[in-house]
């Protein structure tokens, strides 16, 4: 597992390097800032050891921005709310007043997306990389799998994942998106 984590990872940075680098439009030196995925932490192992390694390979100073507790409230925190904590934390942060690029991995992509599109009164971002971002939406939910629990929770989420009380409560029900429920039912709930 952990080979695996450790593979992901230098293929992640490769890709980011090289878009670093080839790309003409952005200048080395920029800071960045990374918005981690769904249940995942800023002092994950990983996480840490991405910045270090884009930081190195860029010459540029990495943040790493949680939002509440990480991992909890990246499940159940409603992206406005996450949306809103980034850009107080980004404005906050004096080495980004220039300027910064965001790097979204996974649901981060979705904060980083929130953060160019509504903090207004923050620095200027320069680039938003998106790295595996549901940007098109997700038709179930994230790293369930196919056993009865999951299965009973898929169910339960198309039955209400369009009710005000589901989209207020649980992050990923802003981009899964499910053609077939009919959003009249879900708005009994």
């Not at 599109?117 to 098109?136: D, M, R, Y």
């Not at 198309?158 to 009380?165: C, G, R």
Request: net charge negative; with cysteine; glycine share 8%.
């Amino acid at each position: 597992m952990a080979a695996t984590s450790s593979m992901a990872i230098i293929f992640i940075s490769y890709l980011i390097f090289s878009t670093l680098t080839f790309m003409p439009m952005i200048s080395l030196g920029i800071p960045f800032v990374v918005f981690h995925g769904i249940s995942e932490k800023c002092s994950d192992e990983a996480a840490v050891q991405f910045i270090e390694l884009l930081s190195s390979w860029s010459g540029s100073q990495g943040f790493c921005l949680e939002i509440g507790n990480g991992a909890w409230d990246s499940w159940f925190m409603p992206f406005t709310k996450q949306t809103s904590i980034a850009c107080e934390k980004v404005m906050n942060i004096s080495e980004l007043s220039n300027g910064y690029n965001i790097i979204g991995l996974s649901q981060g992509n979705m904060v980083g997306r929130g953060v160019i599109e509504f903090c207004n009164e923050g620095p200027p971002v320069k680039n938003l990389i998106s790295l595996a971002g549901p940007h098109a939406g997700i038709a179930s939910i994230p790293f369930c799998g196919s056993g009865l629990l999951c299965i009973l929770a898929d169910f339960l989420l198309k039955l209400a994942v369009y009710s005000n009380f589901i989209q207020d409560h649980l992050a990923p029900a802003g981009y899964i998106k499910i053609p077939t429920v009919n959003c009249a039912i879900t708005a009994l709930f």
